[in-house]
């Protein structure tokens, strides 16, 4: 199993890229979002894998992250979510952004993968939702050590913010993604909410 390929980004193509590593031009799939992330052709880049294994092929699925790697690989264990269709999730929601879909039950953010219908949205949300936590969110949430989320008041906070955004309107991704923005120390519900809404208008 190939855990990881760190070698140098030799060519981008549709929907994959491809790695050379020693002599050898790896091709490894990655999602959408990926590709706006990528350094130039020629610089070194870290990608870590999931090797699929069929009768006639051998995939090689590749994220930029360990945690975007774990997500994916929850994905594909509910059934008829096959690794194109992990792929096609990660294209459209980063894995923050899917973690929250989920918590919340978003159904429609989720169906606007690429062959992902109700049905399997439904059965997703009700098969990983034990599986992921919002904490997991917000620690993510800032980019920074300064920005990080301090105490579990302010954890609170930040959820409240999401659940009053959702509850205006916003959809539960766009929700999140105004939230993850606002960086302020030790911030009230209420600080991070007027932020988030004047990053939304």
């Not at 992250?65 to 774990?70: A, G, P, Q, V």
Request: charged share 25%; hydrophobic share 45%; glycine share 8%.
């Amino acid at each position: 199993m190939i855990s990881y390929l760190h070698g140098e980004l030799a060519a981008v193509e549709k929907d994959k890229i491809i790695v050379e590593v020693s002599g050898i031009g790896y091709g490894v799939f990655v999602p959408g979002q990926t590709f706006s992330m990528l350094p130039p052709i020629g610089e070194k880049i870290k990608i870590y894998t999931y090797m699929n294994v069929r009768e006639d092929a051998v995939q090689l699925f590749g994220f930029l992250t360990k945690d975007e790697l774990e997500i994916f690989k929850l994905l594909i264990t509910v059934n008829g979510i096959g690794p194109k269709g992990g792929l096609g999730i990660l294209s459209n929601l980063s894995v923050d952004e899917l973690r929250y879909s989920v918590l919340s039950g978003d159904v429609k953010s989720i169906c606007k993968a690429p062959g992902i219908g109700k049905k399997t949205a439904e059965k997703m949300i009700i098969e990983l939702k034990d599986k992921l936590d919002i904490e997991d969110v917000l620690n993510n949430a800032q980019g920074t050590a300064s920005a990080q989320i301090a105490s579990s008041t302010t954890d609170v906070a930040h959820t409240e913010a999401i659940q009053a955004l959702v509850a205006l309107g916003y959809g539960n991704a766009e929700s999140l993604r105004a939230v993850k923005a606002v960086a302020l120390e030790n911030p009230t519900t209420e600080d991070i909410l007027r932020e988030a809404l004047k990053k939304m208008m």
